[in-house]
């Protein structure tokens, strides 16, 4: 079964203040990780595609890293208006077009 | 681009009374599309998978009869909550998707907020 696990739960920055969000998964067969953006009340918004190890993307100040294993979500400088919930999927090469969700990380940036 | 719609964005109905929500994919034609309920502070749970033209797929645990899921064309699909409860009451959200080479990107709507009365 396929699994992903955000750590931490939660996470508290200061404006300026860069950190990574973290993303395990376990899959069988990696089509792809996703990282999407969310805000209270609102839809998913897509962030990114990542399809093999080493791959990197970038979008203003998130950057998404990829191993076997894990992705990270760094995050540079952040402004308070990227507080939201970040989540991560992945997608397994058995499963047409489905994706199993990460709970989540909340982050909140503070001024 | 990938731009997905969902209408109502809030409903307030009477238990019993059954509600439709629909979505649709504005800029492209989606051949799948995914329902998720959320509730407060968790995470996405998927209700059921529906493609054009054929039967939902639906998640272990959820009742096929309460939510009737109609997949009737490329840009639109629709889930009706029949005989709604208040434990019924929460956050809807569709997502469309469509093969981009190997890989299905899902794009969401921004969410139903349902509550029953």
């Known amino acids: 079964e396929d699994q992903v696990t955000q750590s931490p739960e939660a996470l508290r920055l200061q404006e300026g203040e860069s950190s990574s969000l973290n993303c395990s998964y376990t899959?069988?067969?990696?089509?792809?990780l996703f990282w999407y953006r969310q805000d209270p009340g609102k839809g998913p918004e897509f962030l990114f595609t990542?399809?093999?190890a080493g791959e990197e993307k970038e979008k203003e100040r998130l950057k998404a890293t990829l191993t076997k294993k894990e992705s990270f979500l760094h995050i540079t400088a952040p402004k308070p208006e990227d507080s939201a919930t970040y989540l991560c999927?992945?997608?397994?090469?058995?499963?047409?077009?489905?994706?199993?969700f990460g709970d989540g990380t909340t982050l909140t940036v503070k001024p | 681009g990938a731009v997905v719609s969902q209408h109502p964005s809030w409903v307030i109905c009477k238990s019993g009374t059954s509600v439709k929500i629909e979505c649709r994919s504005l800029?492209?034609?989606?051949?799948?599309m995914f329902w998720y309920r959320q509730f407060p502070k968790q995470s996405l749970m998927l209700m059921a998978t529906?493609?054009?033209?054929?039967?939902?797929?639906?998640e272990q645990g959820v009742e096929k009869d309460k939510f009737l899921i109609n997949h009737a064309s490329l840009t639109l699909s629709t889930l009706t909550v029949t005989s709604a409860h208040p434990e019924d009451s929460s956050f809807y959200i569709c997502?469309?998707?469509?093969?981009?080479?190997?890989?299905?990107?899902?794009?969401f709507g921004p969410g139903t907020r349902l509550t029953v009365t």
């Open positions: 529906s493609n054009e033209g054929s039967k939902a797929t639906y």
């Open positions: 999927a992945v997608q397994a090469s058995t499963n047409a077009g489905k994706s199993t």
């Open positions: 800029d492209f034609q989606a051949t799948t």
């Open positions: 899959v069988s067969g990696l089509r792809g």
């Open positions: 997502s469309a998707t469509s093969p981009t080479g190997a890989i299905y990107e899902q794009y």
């Open positions: 990542l399809y093999s």
